[in-house]
Nanobody, 120 residues
Framework: HVQLVESGGGSVQTGGSLRLSCLASVSTRDGYDMGWYRQVPGNECELVASISMDGSTYYVESVKGRFTISEDNALHLQMDNLKPEDTSIYYC??????????????????WGQGTQVTVS
């Protein structure tokens, strides 16, 4: 039974930073691509960032240069220069697509319960 638990969400002002973390029972070391999604209008989810076993990363265009995905004993998403449009519920996922993706939430792999990020 795969478990993923996110933490680190909260409320910040425009230009601020947050660091999301995900404690997961699987990782890229197990051969799974790992990623962060966020909910978008229409009740769908977009892949924000992913990291693969070989260390390669993907970022959706809107967060490039501001967000950084990393992995040690947990999966992290460092979010800098936050904008109001980054406000969403963010989900950690395992066994996820590693490239551009927008569609139903929880369609692939395993997902955490989500953590709210609010930027005002």
């Amino acid at each position: 039974h795969v478990q993923l638990v996110e933490s680190g969400g909260g409320s910040v002002q425009t230009g601020g930073s947050l660091r999301l973390s995900c404690l997961a029972s699987v990782s890229t070391r197990d051969g799974y691509d790992m990623g962060w999604y966020r909910q978008v209008p229409g009740n769908e989810c977009e892949l924000v960032a992913s990291i693969s076993m070989d260390g390669s990363t993907y970022y959706v265009e809107s967060v490039k240069g501001r967000f950084t995905i990393s992995e040690d004993n947990a999966l992290h998403l460092q979010m800098d220069n936050l904008k109001p449009e980054d406000t969403s519920i963010y989900y950690c996922a395992a066994d996820t697509p590693s490239g551009r993706w927008l569609g139903p939430c929880r369609k692939f792999g395993w997902w955490g319960q989500g953590t709210q990020v609010t930027v005002s």
